[in-house]
């Protein structure tokens, strides 16, 4: 089992012909991902790597059924392609473009959550779920199946610990990237709620960097639900305050946004939090340990 995706999940892909969308099409559908239409208004082609091209996500809907979308489409009509697919009743929408504006991404997360559907990104890698299926754009031999679910901020850094993880003998469940930016579809608590509910998750990793109070929130969580064991890194220790750093979202501003307040917080949780990546993968095999011994 896994979380959001697996091996049976029908997958659309909202501007899988253009020159980004066609390239990742071709790996995910290598990868085993069934991809059962691309969605490009008014394109001249009928089929793409042998996948049929719709020319809207409700043509899609009507030849198969669509349990998920991935969003490639430019940033000015990102807001259009996750309102068509939440309207039409896709329940999964995953969107990896970059520099959506700020208000269109409040629009997205109030039409997504209205509609039921659940919006990961803007600005993600996607989901991966090891073995099964990818929503993405992550280099999947970085990704080996195994028992470790993820969440992240950072696409680099989730690249970097699942390889770190990978290198280490382990391997993951589920890698969930929720996006840099400020409004960002998903928490931590919403994915973490869905590793502790999942029986092929037996432990978590997140990864969370300077700005805004996701950690905190899921911190808040951790004491009042604790599950699966956790581990933890913080990005971003070294950051000057009221800069952004990178990521849209990453702007520490006051002192509940700084590394050290999010580092507090999560350890007074119970979690088990590291002072970088590499010993992210120690961190596990000790916590995985405890777990299998009588």
Same mark, same amino acid.
């Given at each position: 089992?896994?979380?959001?995706?697996?091996g049976?999940?029908?997958?659309?892909?909202q501007?899988?012909?253009?020159?980004?969308?066609?390239?990742?099409?071709?790996?995910?559908?290598?990868?085993?991902?069934?991809?059962?239409?691309?969605?490009?208004?008014g394109?001249?082609?009928?089929?793409? /790597?042998?996948?049929?091209?719709?020319?809207? $996500?409700? %043509?899609?809907?009507?030849?198969?059924? @669509?349990?998920? #979308?991935? !969003?490639?489409?430019?940033?000015?009509?990102?807001?259009?392609?996750?309102?068509?697919?939440?309207?039409?009743?896709?329940?999964?929408?995953?969107?990896?473009?970059?520099?959506?504006?700020?208000?269109?991404?409040?629009?997205?997360?109030?039409?997504?959550?209205?509609?039921g559907?659940?919006?990961?990104?803007?600005?993600?890698?996607?989901?991966?779920?090891?073995?099964?299926?990818?929503?993405?754009?992550?280099?999947?031999?970085?990704?080996?199946?195994?028992?470790?679910?993820?969440?992240?901020?950072?696409?680099?850094?989730?690249?970097?610990?699942?390889?770190?993880?990978? /290198?280490?003998?382990?391997?993951?469940?589920? $890698?969930? %990237?929720?996006?840099?930016?400020?409004? @960002?579809?998903? #928490?931590? !608590?919403?994915?973490?709620?869905?590793?502790?509910?999942?029986?092929?998750?037996?432990?978590?990793?997140?990864i969370?960097e300077?700005?805004?109070?996701?950690?905190?929130?899921?911190?808040?969580?951790?004491?009042?639900?604790?599950?699966?064991?956790?581990?933890?890194?913080?990005?971003?220790?070294?950051?000057?305050?009221?800069?952004?750093?990178?990521?849209?979202?990453?702007?520490?501003?006051?002192?509940?946004?700084?590394?050290?307040?999010?580092?507090?917080?999560?350890?007074?949780?119970?979690?088990?939090?590291?002072?970088?990546?590499?010993?992210?993968?120690?961190?596990?095999?000790?916590?995985?340990?405890?777990?299998?011994?009588?």
């Open positions: 089992m896994a979380i959001l995706i697996d049976e999940t029908n997958v659309i892909v501007g899988g012909t253009g020159k980004q969308g066609s390239f990742h099409v071709k790996l995910m559908k290598e990868y085993g991902t069934r991809i059962v239409g691309l969605v490009t208004p394109s001249r082609l009928d089929s793409l /790597e042998g996948i049929p091209v719709y020319n809207s $996500v409700s %043509d899609a809907i009507k030849a198969s059924r @669509v349990d998920a #979308t991935l !969003v490639f489409v430019p940033p000015m009509a990102c807001k259009e392609a996750v309102a068509e697919a939440a309207y039409n009743g896709v329940k999964l929408i995953v969107v990896i473009t970059e520099h959506v504006p700020l208000h269109d991404a409040i629009i997205m997360k109030r039409i997504s959550n209205q509609k559907a659940m919006l990961i990104g803007p600005n993600t890698i996607g989901v991966i779920s090891a073995g099964l299926c990818k929503m993405g754009v992550m280099p999947a031999d970085l990704y080996r199946p195994g028992v470790v679910g993820i969440v992240s901020r950072s696409g680099t850094l989730t690249h970097e610990v699942s390889s770190l993880i990978n /290198e280490s003998g382990q391997g993951v469940s589920t $890698v969930v %990237d929720i996006g840099g930016d400020m409004v @960002v579809g998903t #928490t931590f !608590v919403e994915i973490v709620e869905m590793f502790q509910q999942d029986p092929a998750t037996e432990a978590i990793g997140v969370g300077v700005g805004g109070m996701k950690e905190q929130d899921l911190a808040s969580y951790l004491k009042d639900s604790p599950g699966k064991p956790i581990v933890t890194y913080i990005a971003g220790r070294s950051a000057p305050p009221e800069k952004r750093m990178g990521h849209a979202g990453a702007l520490i501003s006051g002192t509940q946004a700084t590394a050290e307040a999010k580092v507090r917080a999560l350890r007074e949780a119970g979690t088990t939090v590291v002072d970088y990546p590499d010993q992210i993968p120690a961190a596990f095999s000790k916590l995985l340990e405890k777990i299998s011994t009588p």
